[in-house]
């Protein structure tokens, strides 16, 4: 994400304990918090949007959901 999208991205924080990841961003001027848990087959993300990023969130999903799969596709 930092490697693709740091120029949009400001202040990105993340923490990592074991297999989950809590992180802080803004985007667009917009504080953005979340976590993703790793799993054996899955990686579960929940995102915080505030209102005015809230409005975009079905392309964001989809967006993610898509760059997701690419990164974890076995090459």
Known sequence: ?????????????D???GDRMD???????Q???????VK??????E???PFLLAMMADKAKTFIQKQGHLML???
């Open 15 to 17: 923490t990592w304990s």
């Open 23 to 29: 992180f802080r961003l803004a985007a667009m001027g």
């Open 73 to 75: 596709e076995k090459k």
């Open 47 to 49: 995102v915080n949007l």
């Open 31 to 37: 504080q953005v918090t979340g976590h993703l848990v």
């Open 1 to 13: 994400l930092k490697q693709q999208f740091g120029q949009h991205l400001t202040a990105v924080q």
């Open 40 to 45: 054996a087959d899955t990686v579960d993300l």
